[in-house]
Every structure is written in structure tokens, then in C-alpha cells.
């Protein structure tokens, strides 16, 4: 006996799930005119020449690389199709992103319209607006923004569109008369396609769970409607993702180590971590305003602050209620499940980033809320079928999800202006999250860069407010002092950095530096001899004669290197290095001698 197709399983399910991915694809067409933003994308891209090509040399280096502590092959073979496609230009990177996403909202439709069917027996009308409704407040949402625009993204995109074809395989595979081993061999796979993209898709398995016992009811005891049901079928189709899933965890946990420094959390900082994770990730699926490309990992943890213990409690409250509502309303648990699943990657104990979360890490889990969302208007609409009140509530329903869709289209479009460039992308992290403090020193930066320097001096001074600890920056304000024409206050800045950190001798040499410019030459001959008291003179040798090189103009490093020589007893280089700063600066030679 086959299972009825109607248009939401049928054919005809791929029209409206077109439109949808043409609606996603014009509210996102702005970040095809982005370019690449200094905030990873420039080291995975624009200086990598590692990808570029598919050449045994690139693919060997594609299925090795770990760079920034992802391992992420398939990532990188649609990254060297970019290349070979558009050449150095973001734009077609950009349009690779924007059709993925696309897809992927069109995806979300037909998985959205199966499982409601699955789930409900509904007419097919209602099953398709239900689903219109998930798939586009899933694909234009703004917390999509940060996966699409920023061309780092990638990940994000590439790993949804494979896994979402494997959980449509997989409900495929599920239902009667199906070619089930084909099926599941496909949703396999996708799977690893999936983990090839990103590593995070490796809790699928425990969503795949959720969705076997609702609405696929192969975890149930009944057999309602001649599905492939039964715990014994469901449990062997689900232990090969399992298995997948255990290598792929093995993996992100040794790349991550080697890329980009993983930390085990203390007990606090973790449930800092989780609750703080769990609160910006549903303020902003229910609101999405105020929007930061960097939820920065506070320097401390307080429990007892507001932020943590209300997110707590909020989570706690949902569980409880979709727990004890399981039976009367089993998707709301399904769509709880799925959200924390994928999450449960991003709020682990072993954390790598300066992140606490990020608007990218919803790209999955918003999945269920939104299709949750897209149940319950589904639910309005059959309710309000009925009679001319119930033709006007569907009416006011309808017009309601449009405007709601309108608004965080809108609201889409402009977030995407964010991820223009660096500067844009700073200034705007500094508006709505001033605490942020690897913010501030970012948007220093670029400012120093753009030559506004007394404001860059503003934002370096405003991130020492936020985290005192950060005494290095001082050696940033010091460089743009120096800049400025202002050597004594730059050593003034110096000098803090060394009281903390003496052993850094390219403080040391910008201090000498600025101590010549103010023409405090005996003192910058002695601060810089005593880089000696903390590093061998074998060191320092090899440190200044590649200096030197660097910098062949420059007295201070050849100051560094005769005293360096000096010290080792080589007075034939001792000597060379003297005639050298006396040709460079000869003032500051006789000061070497006294």
C-alpha cells in the first residue's frame, strides 16, 4: 500500500518551494555586492593560495588542512569551484552563498510540508501554507544574515544544504513502499557531505531520534498508518549515523586543538557559557534587533547576573512545559529537542574563540522553532475555515505572517550593509555591543589604518576600561602616538607594557624607538640593553639580524644587533654593526659607546 501524495509530497511541491527560494534569494541579493571583510575571510581567501585549483597538491592540502581549526574538505572543493568559476572576485563567492541559502529555504519548505503531512493528515492547502510560513521565516530571518553575507559563512550554508537533504532522504526512507536502503544510503551520504562542510551537523543523529519518535512514529509502539515503523526497523537505520557522527566529534575535537586553541570551561564558565548561548539565541529568534558579529566571551563570568539566570529559568520553563505537554502537543518537545541539539556543539565544555555564541550558530537550530512556527499557523488557518468569521481570522492571519515576513525581510536587507567592509562591520559591533572588547580594539584598528588616529587612541583607551587586564594594547595606543609626533607619551605607553611583560623585546625596540625620536638617547641605549636580562644573547642576535633585514633604514634595530654581538663577544660583527648605526644615526652610535 503506498502513501497518498498529495502536492505537499508530490511534484507539485516543488512550485511554491521555488518561490520560496526566490523570495530568500531577493531579500538576500544585497550581499552580492559585499566584498571580503578582514575578519577571517581574508585568511581563508584572499591570501590563501592553498585552494586555488584542483590539482593533487590542492586537494591533498583541502583534505589535510585544519586552518582556523576547521576541518571542512567539502568547504573547500566549493571554494576552489568559486575560484575557478569568478577568479579573485567576492561577488561570486557571494553569489554562492545567497544560491545556497536560497535552496536551502526551498528545502525547508517540501521537509516542512512532509513533516506536517506525516504528522497530521491535513489537508494539502493547509500543509503548504503551514510550510510557506516555516520555510520563509526560517530563510529571511537576520540571524541568517552572518551565514550568508560573511563569505566565512560558507560552512554554514554548504553544511545545511547537504544536511538538509539527508533528513529529506531520511523521512524518505521512512515512508511505506519506499526504497528504503537507497534512501538511507543517500541520506548517508549527504550526511558526510554534511560534516565534510561543517563539523557541528554531528548531533544529528540525536534530531533524527526526536523526529523517529514525532511525527515518523518509527520509535512508537503502534503502527498508524503502514509506515516503516517499529523500534526494531528504527533503531539499525539510525546506529550508522551514530557511528558517522563519532568519528566526525573525534575530528573537530583534535582540529579545533590545533587550529584555534581549544579551552576546557570551569563548571561556572560553561553554564555561563550554555545560558548565556541559550538567552541571545531566543531574544534574537523572537527579536532580532541589536545584532553584533561578535558576542564576545565576557573576561569573567557572573551567574548572578540577570543575563544568565533569566535565560536559565526561561529554558527551564520551556522544557518543563514541552515535557509535560509531550503527548498533547509532541511537537513542541520535537522542535525543543532539535534547537538544543544543535546548539549542544557550540555550548560545550572544550570552547575555541573569543565567541560566547554568534547569530551564525542558529542557522540549524532556528530550523525547528521555525517549522514549529509554521505548525501553529497552520493550526490557525484550518481553525478559522470555517464560516465568515473564520474566512476573516484566516484573512488577519495571513496579513499578519506577511507583515511579520515583510519586517525581518527588511530588517535582513539592511543587516547585510553590516558586512560591507571592515570598518562597517566594527562600527556597527561597537553600537550594539559597546562591552565587546575585541570590538573596540578592532575598530581601532581600522581607524589607525584610515589615519583618524585620536579616534583610534579613544577606542584602544575604551577597551583598557573594559578589560584593564589588557595591557598590550597600551603598545598599540604607543604606536599611534608615535605617529602623531608624540614619542614621549608613546614611551610613556610603552613602559606600561614592559612593567607587566619585560621579556617582550619588540616592545622594548618600539620603546627605544620613540625614547630616539624625543632624543632621549642615553636612556633608549639602556632600555633596550636590558632585553639581555631576559633573553639569551643568542636570541636576541638571530631576533636583530632579521631586523635588520626588515628594516635596513631603521637605527634601533642595528643598536640592538651591536649590543647583541656585543655580548656574545663577537667584536668583528660588534664592530660592523656600530659602523652601520653611525652611517644610520651617528648620534645615537657615540650614545652605544658611553
Known sequence: MRETAGPCLASRAWAPALLVAAATGLVFA????LGFVVWDDEILLVTNPAFRGFGWAHLRWMTQSALLGHWVPVTWLSFALDHALWGPHAAGYHRTNVLLHAVNAGLVFVLAARLLRRA??????????????????????????????????????????????????????????????????????????????????????????????????????????????????????????????????VASYVTQGRGSGVRVLSVADWLGT????????????????????????????????????????????????????????????????????????????????????????SYLPALGLSLLAGALVAVAVRAGRSGRAGALASTGIGLTVLLVLVALGALSWRQQGVWRDRGALWAHAVSVTPECVRCQVNLGA??????????????????????????DLH?????????????????????????????????????????????????????????????????????FERLTITQPTAAVPHLGLLQAYARIGDRLAAREAHEALAALHPALARASQR
Open 30 to 33: 544585497r550581499s552580492v555586492g
Open 120 to 249: 497530521t493528515g491535513w489537508p494539502d492547502g493547509v500543509c503548504r501554507l503551514g510550510a510557506f510560513a516555516a520555510a520563509l521565516l526560517w530563510g529571511v530571518h537576520p540571524t541568517r544574515v552572518e551565514a550568508v553575507s560573511w563569505l566565512t559563512g560558507r560552512r554554514d550554508v554548504l553544511s545545511g544544504f547537504f544536511l538538509l537533504l539527508s533528513v529529506l532522504a531520511y523521512v524518505r526512507a521512512t515512508a511505506p513502499a519506499a526504497r528504503r536502503r537507497a534512501w538511507l544510503i543517500g541520506a548517508l551520504v549527504a550526511y558526510a557531505l554534511a560534516l565534510g562542510s561543517k563539523a557541528v551537523v554531528m548531533v544529528l543523529p540525536v534530531a533524527l531520534v526526536a523526529l523517529e519518535w514525532y511525527p515518523l512514529g518509527g520509535l512508537r509502539k503502534h503502527r498508524r498508518d503502514g509506515a516503516d515503523r517499529g523500534p526494531r526497523r528504527a533503531w539499525p537505520r539510525l546506529v550508522p549515523f551514530a557511528a558517522v557522527a563519532a568519528l566526525a566529534a
Open 274 to 361: 550554555l545560558t548565556g548561548t541559550l538567552g541571545i539565541q531566543l531574544s534574537k529568534a523572537v527579536l532580532p534587533i541589536g545584532l553584533s558579529p561578535l558576542y564576545e566571551m565576557p573576561p569573567r563570568i557572573d551567574l548572578g547576573a540577570p543575563r544568565y539566570w533569566v535565560a536559565a529559568l526561561v529554558a527551564a520553563a520551556i522544557t518543563v512545559l514541552v515535557v509535560g505537554l509531550r503527548r498533547r502537543w509532541p511537537a513542541g518537545l520535537v522542535a525543543w529537542v532539535w534547537f538544543l541539539a544543535f546548539l549542544a556543539p557550540v555550548t560545550a565544555m572544550a570552547h575555541a574563540g573569543p565567541q560566547l555564541t554568534a547569530d551564525r550558530y
Open 446 to 471: 581600522w581607524l589607525a589604518e584610515q589615519g583618524q588616529l585620536a579616534e583610534a587612541i579613544a577606542h584602544y583607551d575604551r577597551a583598557l576600561e573594559l578589560d584593564p587586564r589588557r595591557v
Open 475 to 543: 603598545t598599540n595606543v604607543g604606536l599611534v602616538l608615535a605617529r602623531m609626533g608624540q614619542p614621549g607619551e608613546a614611551a610613556a605607553r610603552y613602559e606600561k607594557v614592559l612593567a607587566r611583560y619585560p621579556d617582550r623585546v619588540a616592545v622594548r625596540v618600539s620603546l627605544a624607538v620613540a625614547l630616539v625620536s624625543a632624543h632621549r638617547l642615553p636612556e633608549a641605549v639602556t632600555r633596550l640593553e636590558e632585553a639581555a636580562r631576559f633573553s639569551s644573547p643568542a636570541t636576541l642576535v638571530d631576533f
